[in-house]
């Protein structure tokens, strides 16, 4: 029979899901290896052939490694609280939850009919309250928890209380607020309990803290950086605010020097570990603090970080961001109109605008000044955007002769620019490599850049104005938002202060609540729930961030129905952590970041064994669109015709562009009347075709509804099958790199999948294998493509093989192979790109065990590849008439009397004796007659 593929597929699918072929033990004699993907959050569009691309690559990875011999777990799920489920929920009224699970049916039938090996079993969905519960969980345990950077981890916060009760605060050394006490054991005993909480809360690891935040009013929500582009929400296109607001954060910061070192552990693409290096922005340099010149010494001061503390005699203003908390305080009355102008105008941009915008000069004078700590000149202090409140200490000294942007910004509103560094011995000022001689102080005139800073530095610290110090660009992240569908924060209100809920009372679930939206004093959606409070005070209505339930999923998949634990020690001890992770790189400074950050927290208090989540990364490109266009025809007047001109014929005309859908489409040839039903403006459409044909213009696109560019895997696996798609991904290119998708290549593989097919099988489809010893040749096609698939699946180089399969069967297809020894062996080879019509096949070939998922990869033998035979052309009078192949070892006299011997040469010498044989060894035998 010939290939059908849709009966094969159905079939291997059903019988993957009733045998349960991809369930992984969490004990086992084989090597564990865990490949894990970015779980997907289930849109309501479904996938489109894009997003399979990394799923397809890791699919194919774990199937090659059960066939090596591994344990393999390869898990699926689904991150499925979010945005556009609420959206909805608010436009329609609707549960986000029914949406959610309506979209995650969607995702699970395409997901099942593209083949993967999923282990289904320990499915997780972040929207589930038994998923939840430990998310909620961790949010707990890094309540209870502080940093201590003695020992360089997270410690309990009942150690930090022990602390305080024997020896006060004397001796902590933690990542906390600035505004931490100092006091005695005594001092603390006598603290009210209150007070003691407050206290607490500045050193915790998730804490409140009023912070500026990105706030989206039509959105109803807090929104991170990552989710807001050009001042408007990513999600909507909405305009996003700065604003401050009390919000529950997470001390990532106490991390940061870990999360840096930590990037050189682990094999990751050098971009990302280099942007996650940049977002975490190490600093080594020094703290100042600037005197407030009040008239009167009241202790107050602007606190700024500097990389160059040398240059503090040519500092000339001082910007402070227009959030920082004292802008109300310095603003004179002169100048509080154009102060309340610049802050209105800064809400209005995201702080990634801010930090992008290099170009803008803007900014506003206080009326106020500070001093220099070293010298006692005043110095204007100005407010301006491109300085953030929550980066440092929301405050820079500014060095125009020292730095571009303080330059032009000086040059801009006229302000002193005085030089620190002779520039005749040096190139660049701010260039602290080369060594100039400091002029205008006497204090450190002609010394190296190394001398005045460490001079300069041990001054400050001898007046208490300033410290060396390292600082971290990363920022605490915020860790709420103002929704409904997220995970509740396990947490009640008593007097004004958090307290935990108890673990017996997880999990927290979501209330049900009658609207979706903030209720009309502006609380969170939760404030509508009626009934929903805590035995001892108000349950917090803030909701958990998109990246909370993510930032730990790959555990629960170790042990995914334990009703006791997140996952038992037994499983995370024999998993360890992820082997090969495959996701977009638009997540590095996000989820990432914060998984590894959450892992190292778990480490700390002894709930998981690695140190990082991923061992190996992989970015895969992004598969881009192949929009086509027809071409509408201009009347004289400008308007345009129900008249459409192809493309090779659009120079003649005046037209303009429209996009198609791709899918009336092939090879660049629109079905006309599909078009003519595309919309109904287009039924009487007419046509100027060249060659009988509409031949669609081309360009590659993001893929998305309006450019009619989307492709439904759907429809190409009903076409061709799934092993067809499968393939076709892996052929479009490298892993790592974008490419458009073009079906016009697809039907060529499909039909090498027919070819393949078609080795098993007799002119007149009956199944026919041959249990002959096979030849050298078959032999040595064999062993190429067993060792050419091994090292491309290892280098993640799959597109290089699905090539490499297409010379094989070609090669076997000329030798008329249908030799078992040879067959079996290749089917197993392909079963990882192609595994239904493998599956199949092995079936056919008689061999017991039901599914070849477990079969051992054959082992490449190196010497069929030896070339001991060449394929000599024998000519006649010059002219090639047939290729005999013939051992090397052979001397000329015995490749005569081979040729002369062989059966098709006679034929072709119509019984004359040659007058001369010519060989030339390794190369050609020609007979003149």
């Known amino acids: 029979m010939d290939y059908q593929f849709k009966d094969i597929e159905q079939k291997w699918q059903q019988f993957w899901a009733d045998k349960k072929t991809f369930k992984a033990e969490n004990n086992s004699a084989k090597p564990k290896y865990y490949v894990l993907d970015m779980f997907p959050y289930p849109s309501g569009a479904g996938l489109h052939v894009g997003h399979p691309l990394g799923y397809i690559a890791s699919d194919i990875f774990a199937r090659y490694k059960r066939l090596k011999g591994f344990n393999v777990l390869h898990p699926m799920g689904y991150d499925s609280f979010g945005l556009p489920a609420e959206q909805y929920a608010i436009q329609t009224g609707q549960h986000p939850s029914i949406t959610t699970e309506a979209n995650i049916a969607t995702y699970r039938r395409q997901l099942d009919q593209i083949g993967f090996s999923f282990d289904w079993s320990r499915e997780v969905r972040t929207s589930s309250p038994d998923y939840y519960k430990w998310t909620q969980w961790i949010f707990m345990q890094l309540f209870n928890s502080w940093y201590n950077k003695s020992a360089e981890k997270a410690e309990s916060i009942e150690t930090l209380v022990q602390h305080f009760e024997k020896s006060g605060s004397k001796g902590i050394n933690a990542v906390a607020d600035e505004d931490i006490l100092t006091f005695t054991a005594d001092e603390w005993k006598a603290f009210p309990d209150a007070v003691k909480q407050e206290e607490l809360l500045k050193y915790r690891l998730t804490y409140l803290r009023e912070s500026t935040v990105n706030w989206c009013p039509a959105l109803g929500t807090v929104l991170a950086n990552d989710e807001v582009k050009d001042g408007f929400s990513e999600r909507g296109g909405y305009p996003v605010e700065q604003k401050k607001m009390m919000q529950w954060s997470m001390r990532i910061t106490a991390y940061a020097e870990r999360l840096l070192q930590g990037l050189d552990t682990i094999d990751w693409p050098e971009p990302l570990r280099e942007m996650q290096r940049n977002w975490i922005g190490k600093s080594v340099g020094a703290s100042v603090k600037f005197p407030l010149a009040t008239g009167e010494d009241r202790g107050e001061y602007i606190e700024v970080f500097t990389t160059r503390v040398d240059t503090i005699f040519g500092v000339t203003f ?116 080369k060594e100039g001689k400091y002029i205008n102080s006497d204090f450190i005139n002609g010394l190296s850049y190394k001398e005045a800073t460490a001079a300069v530095v041990a001054k400050l610290e001898s007046i208490g104005a300033g410290k060396a110090k390292v600082n971290f660009r990363m920022r605490d992240a915020i860790f709420g938002r103002q929704r409904y569908w997220g995970e509740p924060v396990p947490v009640y209100f008593k007097d004004g202060l958090p307290n935990l809920i108890s673990e017996a009372e997880l999990p927290l679930l979501l209330p049900e609540i009658d609207k979706y939206l903030p209720t009309e004093t502006g609380e969170p959606p939760l404030g509508r729930a009626t009934g929903w409070k805590h035995t001892e005070g108000e349950y917090e209505l803030s909701t958990m961030p998109g990246w909370a339930g993510s930032s730990w999923y790959w555990y629960r998949y170790m042990d995914a129905h334990n009703e006791a634990e997140f996952a038992s020690k037994q499983a995370i001890e024999y998993w360890k952590d992820v082997d090969l992770y495959i996701g977009g790189s638009e997540h590095a400074t996000g989820h990432l970041l914060y998984s590894r950050f959450w892992n190292k927290f778990l480490k700390d208090i002894g709930k998981v064994v690695e140190e990082e989540p991923f061992k190996k990364l992989i970015n895969q490109g992004m598969i881009q669109g192949r929009s086509n266009f027809v071409y509408r025809l201009i009347d004289d007047e400008g308007r345009g015709t129900n008249t459409f001109v192809s493309h090779g014929l659009i120079k003649d005309y005046k037209t303009s562009p429209l996009h198609v859908d791709v899918n009336i489409v092939e090879n660049d040839t629109l079905n006309l009347e599909k078009f003519k039903k595309f919309r109904p403006e287009f039924e009487t459409a007419e046509f100027i075709l060249e060659g009988g044909k509409y031949i669609c213009g081309v360009e590659v696109e993001k893929m998305s509804k309006s450019k009619f560019n989307v492709v439904n895997p759907d429809d190409i696996i009903e076409r061709y099958g799934a092993d067809t798609l499968r393939m076709y991904e892996m052929f479009l290119g490298p892993l790592e790199q974008s490419k458009p998708w073009n079906t016009n290549g697809i039907e060529g593989v499909f039909k090498f999948l027919r070819k393949f097919w078609r080795l098993f099988h007799d002119a007149d489809w009956n199944f026919n294998v041959s249990n002959e010893a096979p030849t050298k040749a078959e032999l040595k096609s064999l062993h190429k493509i067993i060792r050419k698939v091994e090292e491309d699946i290892e280098r993640f180089s799959f597109n290089t093989s699905v090539s490499s399969f297409m010379i094989a069967v070609n090669e076997l297809t000329d030798l008329k192979c249908n030799k078992r020894a040879i067959l079996q062996d290749l089917t197993i080879v392909l079963s990882a790109y192609a595994p239904h019509i493998c599956e199949e096949l092995w079936a056919l070939l008689g061999n017991p065990d039901g599914t070849l998922s477990y079969a051992a990869y054959p082992v490449f033998n190196p010497d ?66």
Do not use: C
Request: hydrophobic share 40%.
């Open 864 to 929: 069929y590849l030896v070339e001991d035979e060449f394929a000599y052309p024998i000519s006649v009078n010059g002219k090639t008439k047939l290729n005999l192949n013939i051992s090397l070892s052979l001397e000329p006299k015995q490749i005569e009397e081979f040729v002369l011997a062989n059966a098709d040469v006679q034929k072709y010498l119509e019984g004359k004796t040659p007058k001369k044989v010519i060989v030339v060894k390794g190369r050609i035998v020609n007979l003149v007659v």
């Open 318 to 433: 001082l910007v402070i961001a227009p959030e920082h908390e004292l802008v109300n305080a310095l603003t004179t009355p002169e100048q509080q109109a154009e102060i309340d102008a610049y802050i209105a105008q800064t809400k209005k941009k995201s702080e990634l605008d801010r930090m992008a915008d290099t170009k803008t000069v803007s900014g506003a004078f206080t009326g106020s000044y500070v001093l220099n700590p070293l010298n006692g000149e005043r110095i204007p202090i100005w407010i301006a955007d491109y300085v953030l409140a929550g980066y440092g200490t929301g405050a820079v000294m500014a060095v125009p002769s020292g730095d571009q942007r303080d330059y032009l910004f000086a040059k801009h509103f006229n302000l002193p620019i005085v030089p620190i560094i002779d520039i005749q011995n040096i190139e660049t000022e701010a260039d602290p490599t």
